[in-house]
């Protein structure tokens, strides 16, 4: 079984982040990154295990945020950070813009304000397209396109290996991640006592970035919530590797009130997404896919880029997105308790974690804790996963391919157990390595990596073979 980080009940903990989704690992990596020992509180059995599994991994650069707006602050700067620190971690960027395709005039109409939008966010790399000029950028296009909206800084990025690296440079920075540790209530006295289904946690400041839970989370800290959590189920389909070539762009739908709408964009790992549906629900865990609404993402898809009317499904995906009653981010400082609620992050969390980590220290700068940065900071790389970075299976002595799809090698599978942040379910070792996420979905792996994976995972991937009596 796999082993979890050790904590003794004894250990002092100067700050308690609750979640690993992408926003819980990027505060545990700025909060260690300036001297506090971190614990990261997560229920699931792997990191990612709620909203953060499932997105569409765009790296926004929030040209259409609301202007002034904390998320507008937050996006920009975590942007601006991943740029930063992405070669050091070995983080993938796929330079690819993006259009705002407007489909009938009335759309057509709505462009000039979204892109003043953009420029009063001081977004400047924007320009309006004619049908022609969009077209010659992405050939693909249907011909029933009348204008767009270029915005150039929009790209793709590999959504699961950027916080796995966050978090795996907090933990080597001392941070402690416990898993299968459901928060169940908060004390604070002085410091916090956090009562959790691993055990009790003992920490100056508390963190929720509880996402899909945060509203949950306050109440079990003692709180009153300053919002409700309202799940959004967003489904997905994945095309096969052949649309790559037809959708070198980021394409996105001119905006309503209640969603940015379907989007078309080819993703780090040479597939295509078309999604996300927009669904209000209250399950705040199971997020299923219905075949009505497939066939609608691939209708649409079609009339945007028809080529992908013949490209097969490789798989299907659905995710819940943390929204609440307001559009706007739920942040939230209680200094008498040493508490920050980070709530409401959603569909642009992936982009402004980075930028909501550093504004979470900022506030709790403001309760007076004094915290001194370490005198080195260790250098932290991730497995490239993206297919515009080279993989284990183009080195000469790569050994085992185990996923034919994806071209994942023994070794990588293997790599992943012995890092510092091993999947903790199958769901996970996907997320790190991509097998069994090509077109057979597992077919042919499933076997091979129940057999690698035996005695590491709580639910293991194969049942066990009954003894004969």
Not at 372 to 393: F, G, I, M, N, Y
Request: charged share 25%; aromatic share 6%.
């Amino acid at each position: 079984m796999l082993q979890r980080s050790k904590f003794t009940t004894q250990d002092l903990f100067d700050v308690a982040v609750i979640g690993a989704g992408v926003v819980g690992c990027a505060v545990a990596r700025r909060f260690a990154l300036a001297g506090a020992r971190v614990v990261v509180i997560e229920k699931g059995a792997d990191i990612l295990s709620g909203a953060s599994k499932a997105n569409s991994a765009i790296l926004h650069t929030g040209f259409d945020a609301p202007a002034e707006s904390l998320e507008l602050e937050l996006v920009r700067a975590g942007r601006q950070e991943y740029l930063e620190i992405r070669e050091s971690l070995n983080l993938p960027i796929i330079r690819t813009g993006a259009l705002v395709c407007a489909w009938t005039p009335s759309e057509a109409e709505k462009l000039e304000a979204i892109e003043a939008q953009g420029r009063e966010n001081n977004i400047f790399e924007l320009k309006l397209l004619t049908r022609a000029e969009a077209r010659k950028s992405m050939p693909a296009l249907a011909e029933s396109l009348v204008a767009a909206l270029e915005v150039e800084g929009e790209h793709v990025i590999d959504p699961w290996s950027a916080p796995l690296a966050y978090l795996a440079q907090a933990l080597a920075l001392g941070a402690v991640l416990l898993r299968d540790a459901e928060l169940l209530s908060g004390k604070f006295d002085a410091e916090w006592t956090l009562e959790t289904t691993a055990g009790a946690v003992v920490a100056h400041s508390v963190v929720n970035a509880a996402g899909l839970f945060g509203d949950v989370v306050d109440q079990r800290l003692g709180f009153e919530p300053e919002f409700q959590i309202r799940p959004r189920k967003g489904q997905f389909v994945v095309l096969d590797k052949a649309a790559f070539r037809f959708v070198p762009r980021i394409v996105l739908s001119v905006p309503t009130e209640v969603t940015k709408g379907i989007v078309v964009c080819p993703t780090a790992f040479g597939n295509v997404l078309v999604g996300p549906t927009a669904e209000e629900q209250d399950d705040r865990v199971r997020a299923t896919v219905a075949k009505d609404a497939l066939q609608a993402l691939l209708k649409r898809g079609s009339q945007i880029v028809p080529a992908l009317a013949d490209i097969p499904v490789t798989g299907v995906y659905a995710g819940l997105r943390p929204a609440t009653e307001k559009k706007a981010y739920r942040v939230y400082t209680r200094p008498e308790q040493r508490a920050i609620t980070l709530g409401g992050i959603r569909s642009t969390g992936l982009s402004a974690a980075l930028g909501l980590a550093r504004h979470a220290l900022a506030l709790h700068e403001r309760f007076g804790v004094v915290l001194s940065p370490p005198a080195k900071v260790p250098q932290v790389s991730v497995p490239s996963l993206a297919e515009t970075q080279d993989r284990d299976w183009q080195q000469p002595d790569h050994g085992e391919i185990v996923c034919f799809c994806e071209l994942v090698t023994k070794r990588e599978i293997e790599a992943t157990f012995d890092s510092a942040v091993p999947p903790g379910d199958f769901g996970g070792l996907r997320r790190r390595t991509r097998a069994g996420m090509g077109r057979c979905q597992g077919f042919y792996c499933n076997a091979r990596l129940a057999e690698m994976t035996k005695g590491m995972f709580k639910t293991p991937l194969a049942v066990a073979e009954l003894e004969r009596s």
